[in-house]
């Protein structure tokens, strides 16, 4: 059963033709109504489209139903807003579900973590179910560091994607599009060896597979005032935590990253809200009050990230 209609869905290859080499189209990662309502908002206010994420973790949180059902709503709510909904880092079970229940536009399936041949063999064989169903598939090849949900990492294990494995990899699978490990990972601690994006990379991948969008994970900026406010309301985050470089980031689009996932931001943001009106206001108990605020900041966040990454005013 298919819980929305689809006017203002649209197919993920659509808004990867419109971007490639144009603009990156933010991928915001959702768990609950408050980060809906702020994704949307910010979208409609700058007339960006968007990639709704939602993650296996997110779905056992709310269960699949509920999630889906609150797109639904935020569809009639936000008709101006034009998005695609994908699931984000599946295996091979939860993207036979999300095929099956007809409610996602695009679906990524890491097996990254499986030997090269194996990733190809898993990949290709959801490829053939997706695309039965006319959902597009995105892959992952390298190994990022940092932590992704509950999946953890340890730093020295993280893999460069190699540039022709990357173009044999999208030959042998029909794969729709690419996450690169090119020097993000997931998390609030993206750079701790200080290296930055690997922009050489990207342009070696672009010159062997030209028009095919990449994706960027682990992209998140962290502001150091998000983190040094969180730690005035009684957080704990390093402050040597650091995202990606602005100036990179917009040359990495220029190479082909189309899909900019983002997350960590969105957390850092429901902590510092929710830290400093505890820390304000101990006497209140109401979760409207800190919610609204979530809201009001995500709104304003998704606002500003569209509009950095040139894809407001596109619909």
């Not at 998005?83 to 091979?92: C, E, I, Q, R, S």
């Not at 309301?233 to 650091?242: D, N």
Request: proline fraction near 3%.
């Amino acid at each position: 059963m298919i819980l929305y209609n689809i006017e203002m869905r649209v197919q993920i290859k659509n808004l990867y033709q419109k971007a490639y080499g144009n603009f990156g189209i933010g991928a915001f990662n959702v768990f609950n109504a408050e980060q809906v309502h702020g994704v949307f908002r910010g979208a409609s206010r700058v007339k960006a489209p968007v990639i709704i994420q939602l993650t296996p973790v997110a779905r056992d949180y709310l269960q699949p139903e509920m999630l889906e059902g609150i797109l639904g709503a935020a569809e009639k709510i936000y008709p101006d807003v034009t998005f695609t909904v994908h699931l984000d880092h599946g295996n091979y079970k939860h993207c036979i579900n999300a095929i099956e229940s007809g409610n996602y536009n695009s679906i990524m399936i890491d097996a990254s973590h499986e030997s090269f041949e194996e990733n190809i063999r898993i990949t290709h064989e959801i490829v053939e179910h997706a695309h039965a169903k006319g959902i597009a598939v995105e892959a992952e090849l390298g190994v990022l560091s940092g932590v992704e949900d509950d999946i953890s990492i340890d730093e020295k294990h993280a893999l460069y994607t190699n540039p022709r494995q990357a173009e044999e990899f999208v030959r042998r699978t029909g794969c729709d599009s690419l996450a690169v490990a090119a020097g993000t990972s997931h998390g609030a601690y993206k750079f701790s060896g200080g290296e930055g994006l690997q922009l050489n990379l990207l342009k070696e991948i672009q010159q062997l597979l030209p028009q095919f969008p990449l994706v960027l994970h682990g992209a998140s900026a962290v502001p150091l005032e998000e983190v040094q406010r969180i730690n005035l309301a009684g957080g704990k985050i390093s402050e040597g935590a650091k995202g990606a470089d602005d100036l990179e980031l917009l040359e990495a689009i220029s190479y082909g990253i189309c899909k900019v996932n983002i997350a960590t931001d969105m957390r850092l943001i429901w902590t510092r809200i929710h830290r400093e009106f505890f820390r304000d206001t101990p006497e209140l108990f109401d979760m409207v009050v800190p919610g609204r605020a979530y809201m009001n900041a995500l709104e304003t966040f998704v606002a500003q990230k569209c509009t950095f990454l040139k894809s407001n005013n596109r619909i």
